[in-house]
């Protein structure tokens, strides 16, 4: 089954993370890891009642990082090994500008 994370940002080409020869990520450690990176880039809940989805959490450290985060290729992959295991889905599909995410 493929498996690849991919992010969007205006004005550049989508950011592919390929997953397929990639060991998983364990579901918990995965929601640790991106817990982590939400509180070190001091990111803020999108919704105004404070309540955080896993997927808002995703996009939303997406978004923080922008393009020049992914550019450093080992946080690219250990961003898009979390994602797919924290959301358990093999295709993700990140639009950091409109704060979207499909399967």
């Known amino acids: 089954m493929r498996s690849e994370v991919s992010v ?3 004005n550049g080409p989508p950011v592919r993370i390929d997953l397929n020869e990639v ?3 364990p579901h918990e450690s995965a929601r640790k890891w991106l817990d982590e990176q939400f509180t070190r880039m001091e990111c ?5 009642t ?3 989805l896993m997927a808002d959490k ?6 923080a990082a ?4 992914f550019a450093d290729a080992q946080w690219a992959q250990d961003f ?4 797919s295991a924290a959301l358990a889905k093999p295709m993700v599909h990140i ?6 995410i499909s399967y």
């Open 50 to 52: 404070g309540k955080l």
């Open 8 to 10: 969007t940002f205006r």
């Open 58 to 63: 995703v996009v939303v450290v997406a978004q």
């Open 44 to 48: 803020e809940p999108l919704r105004p």
């Open 23 to 25: 060991q998983p990520m």
């Open 95 to 100: 639009d950091a500008d409109s704060l979207s």
């Open 80 to 83: 898009a090994r979390a994602a």
């Open 66 to 69: 922008g393009p020049a985060g």
